[in-house]
């Protein structure tokens, strides 16, 4: 018996779940089984796992209003629509968007009325701020390349 089963007993084998009151046992959820209408669900960990990011970061995007996933008891279940909003989500934070604008990312992707051109200015508006930086972070890689000459000449 290595040291993470006798640690662990239930290491490698299914765990349950007995909820508060609960008087049968139920598996765990995994992601790949399907809850209503066939759709599949997902666990807080099932996505936090998958996008490499933290708990809280995925709480803190429930708190503001930009995912919205329905509870199972204490349970946090995101559905597929959840999950590609999440993709979103980080996309637009990977892309320097602040939250206002990553709330209109999510409402266009949803295909809210008018946030379409709200989103296509905003994304110009970005592309054109990530190039100046850009000619900034190229100018001052320059001015640096030329100080380190003259010092080692």
Known sequence: ???KTFENPTFGKPQF?????????????????PVRDGAPVFTIGDLSREFAITLRALRFY????LLSPRRDGMTRL?????RRRLAVILKGKHLGFTLAEIR???AA????????SLTRDRCLS????????????????????????????
């Open 1 to 3: 018996m290595d040291a």
């Open 17 to 33: 779940d007995q909820g508060f009151g609960s008087a049968i046992a139920r598996p765990v959820h995994v992601a790949s089984e």
């Open 62 to 65: 429930e708190d503001k209003g």
């Open 78 to 82: 995101y559905s597929e629509s959840d």
């Open 104 to 106: 209109l990312l999510v």
């Open 109 to 116: 992707h949803d295909g809210e009325e008018g946030s379409l």
């Open 126 to 153: 970005q592309l054109a701020q990530l190039e100046r930086q850009r000619s900034e972070i190229d100018a001052a890689i320059e001015e640096l390349k030329s100080m380190a000459n003259q010092l080692a000449a």
